[in-house]
């Protein structure tokens, strides 16, 4: 039993960061209509600038959130700019496709320019904070996954909040689910994409700062979180931002039940296999809208 | 207020305007008329930047905007109201109002605005908080107008206030209509029907085959037969 809990207790701490690092995934495919595959190497970098900050600065776990949301930002606006602007509204181009094809061959120069700059080599990143608590009799956290956890869901309510009471916040959304109608009020399409894509990669960051210390920090540290990113945002129903926030919950609990049960190893298998089970049965995902309704 | 010269616009090898002249002047309020399918709605889409023009000129207050970007435009006070309403389905209400005042300016004056909104549309008022998708055909309507009435317009633009309405219905919008006409906005309305415009004191164009074929006051027409004819059926 207490096993069990445990791993619920672990679950849901993967889970708040399986949600900050797909939310902008979800984001992104409500706004631009594409999938982004450049999500994982902004964990990447996040992980990087983690590894900076912590090892050469000296900051803590926050101000390093900070300082990988702006890293973040900053890379989501020049990738938006520069590897999907171009293929917007041209005629005869599935943009979809394209900007699929564009921004993958964007993650792969990233990853190589990681290899170059930091080496092969991983980079481990220290917890921030040591020691554990206690729950109950046998069931405990370390601090460290709580302080993660707590930044996750700090995020998570700020971009909620974001979304729902800000003029730019409501913007991203209204350009998502109307595009003509946004402009015909004055909404700049363009400004709203390079928005999008700024938060989204900031908050794929900010996941990077919090997984930096649970995976070594290498180049290709983004592929597994793009991969999970690429289940949940499927799996929650592409477009919807409630439901991947669910899906990110869901997968994390899953994982962390199925590698106490059945082993470490099964855990990827057994999440493709209810993945394809789910496409079936539902091939919107857990929330997912019909194709006016986004976000 | 807005001057259009010899527009032409196309979908793809499709022609739809071919050659419309058009003035609205401060204050005043002109119909097109025009059976569907021959260039109405293309001609507001033209006017507010979303569909590219391949000849021609539109001035809008003073200045050149054909081949501005839909938002530019509207920004300079050129609110448009869409046919077929384009309501941000997954919102309440009242954040599509409040979406409908975006421009800084408005934005910071949109509790006063949505105030004045609810106070002409209590309606919405009503159902603030519900999502736009759960909205009948004629509270889309009234939102779709309540959205336009967010911001301050240098001209308003209504596609087709009646289309897909009971009867009923069409009345209600029309009296709404008629208060905002009676503000002295510069409005310029599109109808596939002159028995909604008849009682308007408002100069009328018809459009057919995307050429303006007559033009002239409410009155005239009523006493031109044939114009009659074609679009009363009388």
Redesign the interface.
Same mark, same amino acid.
């Given at each position: 039993m207490s096993a069990f809990l445990q791993a619920v207790v672990s679950g849901l701490v993967t889970g708040s960061i399986y949600a900050v690092m797909t939310v902008g995934m979800t984001l992104i495919y409500g706004t631009l209509r594409t999938l982004n595959m450049t999500q994982g190497s902004m964990v990447m970098i996040g992980g990087y600038v983690a590894w900076m900050v912590f090892d050469g600065l000296g900051w803590g776990p926050i101000l390093g959130g900070v300082a990988a949301a702006v890293v973040g930002f900053a890379f989501g606006v020049a990738i938006q700019q520069a590897a999907i602007r171009p293929l917007i509204g041209r005629r005869g181009v599935d943009f979809e496709m394209t900007a699929f094809i564009s921004t993958f061959a964007v993650a792969i120069v990233l990853s190589n320019v990681a290899l170059r700059i930091y080496g092969a080599r991983s980079k481990a990143v220290p917890p921030v904070i040591h020691g554990r608590l206690h729950l109950l009799e046998g069931i405990s956290v370390s601090w460290h996954s709580l302080v993660m956890a707590g930044i996750a869901v700090g995020t998570l309510l700020a971009l909620g909040g974001f979304l729902?009471k800000t003029?730019y916040g409501? !913007?991203i959304?209204?350009v998502a689910?109307?595009l003509?109608?946004?402009?015909?009020?004055?909404?700049?399409?363009q400004r709203v994409y390079n928005l999008t894509m700024g938060v989204s990669s900031a908050l794929a960051a900010i996941a990077g700062v919090l997984l930096a210390s649970v995976f070594f920090v290498s180049p290709n540290a983004g592929d597994l979180p793009l991969l999970k990113a690429l289940i949940v945002a499927i799996f929650g129903g592409l477009g919807s931002v409630r439901g991947t926030i669910l899906a990110a919950y869901i997968i994390g609990l899953a994982e962390a039940l199925v590698s106490l049960y059945f082993g470490v190893k099964w855990s990827l298998p057994l999440l493709f296999l209810s993945i394809m089970i789910v496409m079936l049965v539902r091939p919107t995902g857990l929330l997912g809208?019909p194709e006016? !309704?986004?976000? | 207020m807005l001057e259009v010269r010899n527009l032409n616009a196309a979908y793809g090898q499709t022609r739809v305007l071919e050659g419309v002249d058009l003035t609205v002047a401060a204050g005043e309020f002109v119909v097109v008329i025009g059976p569907n399918g021959h260039g109405k709605t293309t001609l507001l889409r033209t006017i507010?930047?979303?569909v590219p023009t391949t000849a021609g000129e539109i001035t809008f207050d003073g200045e050149r905007i054909d081949g501005e970007?839909?938002?530019r435009i509207?920004?300079r006070g050129l609110?448009?109201i869409?046919q077929g309403d384009?309501?941000?389905?997954?919102?309440t209400v009242e954040?599509n109002l409040?979406?409908?005042a975006?421009?800084a300016d408005a934005?910071r004056i949109r509790a006063e605005r949505l105030e004045r909104v609810y106070g002409i549309f209590p309606l919405l008022a009503d159902r603030r908080s519900n999502r736009a998708?759960t909205l009948s055909g004629g509270e889309r309507r009234m939102l779709a107008l309540g959205?336009g009435l967010m911001?301050e317009a240098k001209l308003l633009m209504i596609d087709e206030p009646s289309l897909g309405l009971a009867p009923v219905i069409v009345n209600e919008v029309y009296q709404h209509i008629e208060q905002i006409v009676a503000t002295g906005i510069t409005l310029l309305l599109v109808e596939e029907n002159f028995s909604h415009v008849q009682t308007f004191d408002a100069r009328v164009l018809l459009l057919e085959s995307g050429r303006v074929v007559r033009e002239g006051l409410v009155g005239d027409l009523l006493a031109d037969e044939i114009v009659m004819a074609t679009y009363l059926g009388t």
């Open positions: 729902s003029r409501l !913007a959304s209204a689910q109307q003509d109608a946004a402009r015909l009020m004055g909404i700049p399409a809208k006016e !309704a986004r976000l | 507010s930047g979303l970007r839909p938002e509207a920004m609110v448009h869409p384009l309501p941000f389905v997954d919102m954040e409040v979406l409908g975006f421009p934005w998708r959205r911001r």
